[in-house]
């Protein structure tokens, strides 16, 4: 059974720009999660999507966004790119509920320089 | 809101020996989960172990065993007969079982086991 799948694993951007994080989440898991990793914030909540619908959001700003597809692969954006925006950015799946626990990615390192 | 505190930033272990990493949170909730995930060099966020709060007595998994004292929210991690491979960050989790089932994360622990 295979895992759940980000890519791209790093990437590079610069200031203003825009970037797309992907997630494949494991086969029959309907809940995508998004999270970042800092060393100064921990682990935040970013948004979680289940059956193409945002049902849960952290506290971001409006940059933020994402999406999921009928095949619940999902994707996360996030608009003009600042500084601190660098991070790891991980993926989670779980079934409906969650009550098994998330399955998470190896995560995107973002840097924006 | 919920918060969940690891006091302890880093700690090490001898290899073989027997280790316990502390986690506490604060909610108003009855109903929740807890959890203890594992981050290796490799990034990826593995599960440990999963406690019910309405399950008293206390989920082990092999050479992981926790002690959840609901009252005092406490939910500490045993690691027995250590091993190299068992060297990472380890997260503190907590879920709340009905409405909005995020995670929120302690600052985490990281356990360097000793040859």
């Known amino acids: 059974k295979a895992g759940v799948t980000q890519t791209p694993r790093y990437l590079i951007k610069t200031r203003g720009q825009q970037v797309t994080l992907s997630c494949s989440p494991i086969s029959g898991h309907r809940s995508v999660s998004w999270y970042q990793q800092t060393p100064g914030q921990g682990l935040q909540f970013l948004f979680e999507?289940?059956?193409?619908?945002?049902?849960n959001k952290g506290n971001f700003p409006g940059r933020f966004s994402g999406r999921q597809f009928s095949n619940s692969r999902s994707e996360m954006n996030v608009s003009t790119l600042e500084l601190g925006d660098s991070a790891l950015y991980l993926c989670?799946?779980?079934?409906?509920?969650?009550?098994?626990?998330?399955?998470f990615g190896s995560g995107t390192r973002l840097t924006v320089v | 809101a919920q918060t969940v505190t690891q006091s302890q930033p880093e700690m090490s272990v001898q290899e073989a020996e027997t280790v316990t990493l502390s986690c506490t949170y604060d909610?108003?909730?009855?109903?929740?989960?807890l959890f203890w995930y594992k981050q290796p060099p490799s990034r990826q966020m593995i599960l440990v172990i999963r406690?019910?709060?309405?399950?008293?007595q206390n989920a082990t998994e092999n050479r992981f065993s926790v002690n959840f004292q609901k009252a005092a929210k406490s939910f500490s991690l045993k690691i027995s007969d250590s091993q190299l491979g068992d060297t990472a960050m380890y997260f503190c989790a907590f879920m709340k079982q009905t409405g909005a089932n995020n995670l929120f994360f302690g600052t985490g622990t990281r356990l360097t086991v000793i040859p």
């Open positions: 909610t108003s909730e009855n109903n929740y989960y």
């Open positions: 989670a799946s779980t079934d409906e509920q969650g009550l098994d626990g998330y399955t």
């Open positions: 999507y289940f059956s193409e619908t945002q049902r």
């Open positions: 406690q019910e709060a309405y399950k008293q």
